[in-house]
């Protein structure tokens, strides 16, 4: 096999990685929308609950594009550095500032926790972080984005007007599976102001007034 047929193959390798982890990428902006997951305990009685880790659809789709990712540098042997340098020292002041709890001492459950957070920053900041750099740059897949996330919303503030309506009380209403209240405000305060631009700058009416309509049922 000459060089150019292995560089020919190496880039056909490539574009199915592209492909793959846009679809990735996708996925997570559509599932991100809950924490519902599958949840492994310590199996210490003393433990706290927050000693837990959670696995959710969205931490497995990080996982698999991470290692798609590299799977694709292996074949390209792209060696240059990743575009998300300040994530990784955010990361890694993240880690400094946990020390304590990452050591633990004789509460474990502090220590446990403190590992989590670490690898959940780093799970959403660095992947998730090198994941959006180089996919959304395609202007389809950016395209698609919108209309995930459009969706991940519109289930999750529809949900949350179900539990409503059959009388959950409001400070209990969490939407598709978030873990409280304030975190379902959160995903609401990242998703609306995005939507709301899509109602002002998009070219179509009817994405315009859905955009608009989902806006104004979010924010009530």
């Not at 592209?18 to 929308?33: E, G, M, Q, S, T």
């Not at 633990?104 to 799970?123: I, N, P, R, T």
């Amino acid at each position: 096999m000459t060089a150019l047929e292995t560089r020919a193959e190496a880039g056909g390798r490539g574009r199915v990685l592209d492909r793959a982890l846009a679809v990735l990428a996708i996925l997570v902006i559509l599932f991100h929308a809950t924490q519902a997951g599958v949840s492994f305990g310590t199996g210490a009685e003393k433990l706290s609950k927050d000693a837990g880790v959670v696995v959710t659809a969205a931490d497995v789709l990080l996982g698999v594009a991470a290692l798609l990712w590299a799977a694709r540098r292996i074949a390209r042997r792209d060696g240059r550095w990743p575009p998300v340098t300040a994530a990784a020292l955010g990361t890694l002041w993240l880690a400094v500032s946990l020390v304590p709890a990452l050591k633990g001492g004789d509460d474990l459950a502090v220590g446990v926790s403190g590992v989590k957070h670490v690898l959940q920053f780093a799970e959403y900041f660095v992947v998730g972080g090198i994941l959006f750099a180089e996919t959304l740059r395609d202007p389809l897949c950016r395209r698609w984005a919108v209309w995930a996330l459009a969706a991940a919303t519109a289930a999750a503030v529809l949900t949350a007007l179900v539990q409503y309506a059959g009388g959950t009380p409001a400070a209990l209403v969490r939407g598709t599976g978030f873990g409280n209240r304030n975190t379902f405000g959160l995903f609401l305060a990242l998703a609306l102001p995005v939507l709301f631009g899509v109602a002002l700058f998009s070219r179509a009416w009817g994405v315009q007034l859905g955009a608009a309509v989902l806006t104004a049922v979010g924010l009530c």
